[in-house]
């Protein structure tokens, strides 16, 4: 049962070399070259996707009447989360001996389904966006914060979230990304480079809405009209465990996209 999200990335990536041949990825196209039947239809609030294992063959389910268009970053993902359960070699053969690896609400606490679940999420990032492309892709940009992770959204086509949580899994440069609601904190990464720009500490983030926001301009994302705000703030802003001398001295370049139901906030240092 257990494999490394490295041996994840090295699994998508062999995959990616034997059957795909295009970037943006296609999971159709894997799907295909792997005799995989994918059908397409509605299926109420059931489910989003659905791998099946019948009379010898391995049939995908995507419900349209969640994903609304196979061709969109949620379809894609889930068609990719799908695609992991047949690759990695664990999940396949649960599938092949009838045991059920669907996941709801209700199986968060069965370590056993959240492993399995996790495991299809790493892989359905690591296919979308394979490491070695998307750490060339970044290194070619030469931008940081929020513009290159929309550039790296835009080429890969996956979420902005997506796109944001892999640029931290990958730890290409020093960061931190939250992802945020006015009531609490939804999800939040900080990159193993940053770590080491604060000689090690573990950086505990919270949510501060009356920050201050120097220096605060609106910038429009040229390729996709997306507009985001940027500004100056010192770390303590958002980190409440390192001590105030270092943090009240430590300033972040802060660009925030609000959206109607979240907010991503990428912070980098000031160079």
Same mark, same amino acid.
């Given at each position: 049962?257990?494999?490394? !999200?490295?041996?994840?990335? +090295?699994?998508?990536?062999?995959? %990616? +070399?034997?059957?795909?041949?295009?970037?943006?990825?296609?999971?159709?196209?894997?799907?295909?070259?792997?005799?995989?039947?994918?059908?397409?239809?509605?299926?109420?609030?059931?489910?989003?996707?659905?791998?099946?294992?019948?009379?010898?063959?391995?049939?995908?389910? %995507?419900?349209?009447?969640?994903?609304?268009?196979?061709?969109?970053?949620? /379809?894609?993902?889930? #068609?990719?989360? +799908?695609?992991?359960?047949?690759?990695?070699?664990?999940?396949?053969?649960?599938?092949?001996?009838?045991?059920?690896?669907?996941?709801?609400?209700?199986?968060?606490?069965?370590? +056993?389904?959240?492993?399995?679940?996790?495991?299809?999420?790493?892989?359905?990032?690591? %296919?979308?966006?394979?490491?070695?492309?998307?750490?060339?892709?970044?290194?070619?940009?030469?931008?940081?914060? #929020?513009?290159?992770?929309?550039?790296?959204?835009?080429?890969? !086509?996956?979420?902005?979230?997506? /796109?944001?949580?892999?640029?931290?899994?990958?730890?290409?440069?020093?960061?931190?990304?939250?992802?945020?609601?006015?009531?609490?904190?939804? !999800?939040?990464?900080?990159?193993?480079?940053?770590?080491? %720009?604060?000689?090690?500490?573990?950086?505990?983030?919270?949510? !501060?809405?009356?920050?201050?926001?120097?220096?605060?301009?609106?910038?429009?994302?040229?390729?996709?009209?997306?507009?985001?705000?940027?500004?100056?703030?010192?770390?303590?802003?958002?980190?409440?465990?390192?001590?105030?001398?270092?943090?009240?001295?430590?300033?972040?370049?802060?660009?925030?996209?609000?959206?109607?139901?979240?907010?991503?906030?990428?912070?980098?240092?000031?160079?």
């Amino acid at each position: 049962m257990e494999i490394s !999200n490295n041996e994840i990335d +090295e699994l998508a990536e062999r995959i %990616l +070399e034997k059957y795909s041949t295009c970037i943006p990825v296609d999971p159709l196209e894997i799907a295909s070259n792997n005799n995989i039947e994918v059908i397409a239809g509605s299926y109420g609030q059931f489910f989003k996707g659905l791998i099946k294992y019948s009379n010898g063959n391995f049939f995908i389910f %995507l419900n349209l009447d969640k994903l609304d268009n196979p061709k969109f970053t949620i /379809a894609r993902y889930t #068609f990719s989360h +799908e695609l992991g359960h047949y690759f990695i070699g664990t999940h396949r053969k649960k599938l092949k001996s009838g045991e059920s690896i669907a996941f709801t609400g209700k199986d968060s606490k069965d370590p +056993e389904k959240k492993v399995i679940e996790d495991q299809a999420q790493q892989f359905a990032a690591s %296919l979308l966006m394979p490491k070695t492309h998307y750490t060339i892709f970044f290194n070619q940009l030469n931008k940081i914060g #929020f513009s290159a992770i929309l550039d790296l959204k835009i080429y890969f !086509n996956v979420s902005i979230i997506s /796109a944001a949580i892999r640029f931290i899994s990958l730890n290409l440069t020093p960061c931190i990304t939250i992802l945020w609601k006015e009531n609490g904190i939804i !999800n939040k990464g900080v990159s193993q480079k940053f770590i080491e %720009l604060v000689d090690g500490r573990n950086v505990e983030i919270k949510l !501060n809405p009356d920050r201050p926001k120097l220096e605060e301009t609106t910038i429009t994302h040229k390729e996709s009209g997306i507009k985001y705000f940027r500004s100056i703030t010192p770390l303590s802003s958002w980190s409440y465990n390192l001590p105030k001398d270092f943090s009240n001295e430590f300033f972040l370049t802060e660009d925030t996209f609000y959206c109607n139901n979240w907010n991503l906030t990428i912070l980098y240092p000031v160079f």
